[in-house]
């Protein structure tokens, strides 16, 4: 009796919703991948593409590396914050070979107008930190010999320091207009901030064939000067 053929899984690539799906729509474009269809006008999670053995897979920013790392989706992209936070819980199973110079922005700390934060982080001082990166925050403060109480946020950051939570916070700034809006003030630069490839080590030998032509492809997409 014949058995049925196995018919593989299609390459999986993991992005998130917002900027990162937007700017990283040319790059897919210029490699000649074509998403059919858009997380913002569907709720749809999988979205096919004009490449039958390719699909996109919507996820929240900060599972895309738990996807990649874990086989559920073959490639990525991701934020160095996420990444860097990512990396203190997990280790290895993650490629990372370029950056793709989109989504850029800034982690820094804020504090509310009027604030006297130079005082508050003299050697052997003790702050109170509002941030979703924990990791980032206590690197930071550690490196300037202060000590801080981290309280972990998911959302709504700029509250903190308004209501008495935290004396600052550590978040992702582009323009700054939400900082101004709710009085708070950008004090201190930690990193610039843009996003990955990455990918899963083990689809990476056993199906480098297929993934290797899109590597190529975004990371020449990601140097053309219309990209930058």
Do not use: W
Not at 32 to 37: A, S, W
């Amino acid at each position: 009796m014949t058995q049925p053929q196995r018919v593989a899984r299609p390459i999986t690539f993991a992005l998130s919703k917002g900027r990162i799906f937007d700017e990283t729509l040319p790059l897919l474009q210029a490699a000649g991948i074509e998403v059919l269809g858009s997380p913002d006008s569907s709720r749809k999670l999988i979205l096919p593409t004009n490449q039958d053995n390719l699909r996109i897979i919507i996820v929240r920013a900060t599972d895309v590396p738990t996807y990649v790392q874990y086989g559920a989706a073959d490639l990525g992209i991701a934020g160095k914050d996420v990444l860097h936070e990512h990396s203190e819980q997990h280790a290895g199973g993650l490629y990372q070979p370029v950056d793709l110079n989109i989504a850029r922005c800034r982690m820094s700390v804020a504090v509310a107008q009027g604030f006297d934060y130079e005082n508050a982080v003299r050697q052997g001082s003790r702050l109170r930190v509002a941030t979703k990166y924990t990791r980032a925050a206590r690197e930071h403060f550690a490196s300037k010999g202060v000590y801080v109480d981290l309280i972990k946020l998911y959302g709504s950051m700029e509250l903190a320091p308004l209501v008495g939570l935290a004396d600052a916070i550590v978040d992702l700034v582009s323009t700054g207009g939400t900082l101004k809006a709710n009085h708070l003030e950008e004090v201190e630069h930690i990193a610039a901030i843009s996003s990955r490839l990455v990918l899963n080590q083990a689809a990476l030998k056993t199906r480098q064939a297929e993934l290797q032509p899109i590597i190529d492809a975004l990371m020449q997409a990601a140097i053309e000067p219309s990209h930058n």
